[in-house]
């Protein structure tokens, strides 16, 4: 053997379990998702930059709009949750500074980004409570107009803070099926894609789309049960 030649690692012959196929497809899933986790703070973070800037040149109805986008890239730790608690506090100072409309809006801003987020749990239940507190009495005001008597504010803010404080209706299952899809579809489309060019470059297209077609029929399976989970999610 020449010395040019790689050796293969001797920890891979101490442990032949690391070589076997659900290992590699746990480990791939794992790489896909520890991708998927950087690629999202990064989108969120980036829009989080964006909207402190704007907030520290008084552009607050700017900045909420991209407040509620890195909320929008919703991870359990990191930038979004910084969005949440941020987008949150601008609906209490443009409240304070007298514009109940823009602090109105930013907080169903915070309450639309926390309800699309939810899965098998309701993040940040504290601020969204709060952000129902709020709309409730932005809307009796509204409704009402100014010259309303205390005790109808209070009926119609009881009123709309039943409404938006009904759960939300969540179907587990089906959230089950959209994340499992999406899984599915992106690893199949990546074993396609090597497949096929892993494949003798002297076979004919057919017969290297031949090659690929196990994870070709994951990819399209994975698609179609990812666009039928967020349909009935």
Known sequence: MSRLSPKPAAWLN????????????????????????VFMEVKAS?????????AARGLSADAAV?????????????????????????????????????????????RSALCAARSFYMPRRD????????????????RLGPAAAPEDLRRERGRFLAIYSAAPVMNEGWYLAAAGGFLIWTLG????????????????????????????????????????GMAFA
């Open 14 to 37: 101490t442990a032949p379990w690391l070589k076997s196929r659900p290992v590699r497809a746990l480990a791939s899933a794992l790489l896909f998702l520890a991708f998927l986790a």
């Open 46 to 54: 980036r829009e989080l930059s964006l909207a402190d800037a704007l």
């Open 66 to 110: 991209h407040y509620f986008r890195s909320l929008n890239w919703y991870s359990p730790l990191g930038s979004s949750q910084n969005a949440a608690g941020r987008l949150a506090a601008l609906g209490d100072s443009l409240e304070a500074a007298g514009d109940r409309e823009g602090a109105c809006l930013a907080f169903l801003r915070l």
């Open 127 to 142: 601020l969204l409570e709060l952000a129902n507190g709020r709309i409730a009495d932005c809307l009796a005001r509204e």
């Open 189 to 228: 489309g990546v074993l396609a894609v090597f497949r096929f060019f892993k494949a003798e470059p002297s076979l004919p297209f057919t017969r290297r789309l031949h090659a690929a077609r196990a994870p070709s029929i994951c990819f399209a399976a994975g698609y179609a049960l990812w666009i039928l």
